[in-house]
Nanobody
């Protein structure tokens, strides 16, 4: 059974850091592009960062530039989202998602191109 499980969310003060993990089971992440998305209260879900199977990353949200990075550890079948200098506006439920299919190794900005989704992890940035 294909499954993605996010972890690492929580409450953090502005300026703090968190590292989110996206662990896969039932398939090997090596050949998939993995995207991180977030949905803030009352807002639509938006893409944050994506990493392709060749470790090329794309940034979907300008506001995370220089603060968030994405990486993968194929040995652990896990993708990470390192979030630094967190701001209250980063508060959201964060989801990871994987692309399948013949173009699944490449990132896409379209959420509909992602086939597998995790259940999400809450990140709250507040003093």
């Amino acid at each position: 059974q294909v499954q993605l499980v996010e972890s690492g969310g929580g409450l953090v003060q502005p300026g703090g850091s968190l590292r989110l993990s996206c662990a896969a089971s039932g398939f090997t992440l090596d050949y998939y592009a993995i995207g991180w998305f977030r949905q803030a209260p009352g807002k639509e879900r938006e893409g944050v960062l994506c990493i392709s199977s060749s470790d090329d990353s794309i940034k979907n949200v300008d506001s995370v530039k220089g603060r968030f990075t994405i990486s993968r550890d194929n040995a652990k079948n896990t993708v990470y989202l390192q979030m630094n200098s967190l701001k209250p506006e980063d508060t959201a439920v964060y989801y990871c998602a994987a692309r399948d299919g013949p173009t699944g190794s490449s990132c896409s900005r379209a959420q509909t191109d992602y086939d597998y989704w995790g259940q999400g992890t809450q990140v709250t940035v507040s003093s």
